[in-house]
């Protein structure tokens, strides 16, 4: 199974720059994604990471480290639309796609 | 513009009724899973299907619920009956995954996202 551990909550204002960290557990390992979720709508796929090392898209970057069990997800330039849930995700060994997610953080971005 | 798509988006019912949400995958996508969030559970996976073959369904409480891709355009969640603690919302989410696709030869995707769709919000009373 898996443990995904990633904080609750996390506060920014507006234009600045947040990281969100995930930790996980596995027996098997394929690949870590980052979902974004708004309230009461559904999770938007954001990054995917199955290599060591940051994979940067606009103002979004993910970071992996296998070894350490740790990723995070860089967010640069905030803005309103920013606040949502960040949702880790691990995928299991093998390319069936189950994956497990961990509580989600919630962004707040402020004036 | 392909996306998923769920019906009902809400559904209301009293203790006892059976309930089935139905989900259509992205055309082409093999693999379809059935997610229910809730505030205290968060997203937890019940089942998935590859290539229309149940994968895994440990997720699902058994004794009421029950997940069936009657053909590649088409998978449904049933409980029976439902209780008012399956109150949540339940997300079906397609991809694709690497192999032998019937009709479509070996597939190697660059990337395994699961893309959702909006969700059936269940209310059991």
């Known amino acids: 199974g898996q443990n995904i551990d990633q904080p609750t909550e996390m506060t920014a204002t507006e234009g600045a720059i947040v990281q969100i960290n995930c930790t996980y557990q596995?027996?098997?390992?394929?690949?870590l994604f980052w979902y974004q979720q708004h309230a009461g709508e559904a999770p938007t796929f954001l990054s995917y990471n199955v290599l060591d090392g940051l994979e940067e898209k606009g103002r979004f970057s993910s970071f992996l480290s296998r070894s350490k069990g740790y990723s995070y997800l860089l967010l640069k330039e905030l803005q309103m639309k920013d606040s949502a849930s960040y949702l880790c995700a691990v995928r299991d060994s093998g390319s069936w796609g189950k994956l497990q997610f961990g509580a989600g953080t919630q962004v707040v971005v402020t004036p | 513009d392909a996306r998923v798509t769920q019906t009902p988006r809400h559904k209301v019912t009293e203790m006892g009724q059976e309930v089935t949400m139905r989900c259509q995958p992205i055309?082409?996508?093999?693999?379809v899973f059935w997610y229910r969030q809730t505030m205290m559970q968060g997203l937890e996976l019940l089942a998935y299907?590859?290539?229309?073959?149940?994968?895994?369904d440990s997720g699902m409480p058994k004794d009421r619920f029950s997940a069936e891709m009657p053909d590649a355009t088409l998978a449904t969640l049933k409980i029976q009956p439902s209780e008012p603690r399956d109150s949540a919302v339940y997300f079906c989410?397609?991809?694709?995954?690497?192999?032998?696709?019937?009709?479509?030869?070996?597939?190697?995707?660059?990337?395994?996202?699961?893309?959702f769709g909006p969700g059936t919000r269940l209310t059991v009373t």
């Open positions: 596995t027996s098997g390992f394929n690949g």
């Open positions: 055309l082409g996508h093999n693999t």
């Open positions: 989410a397609s991809g694709l995954s690497s192999g032998r696709v019937p009709g479509q030869g070996t597939i190697t995707p660059t990337s395994y996202e699961q893309y």
């Open positions: 299907f590859r290539n229309r073959a149940p994968l895994d």
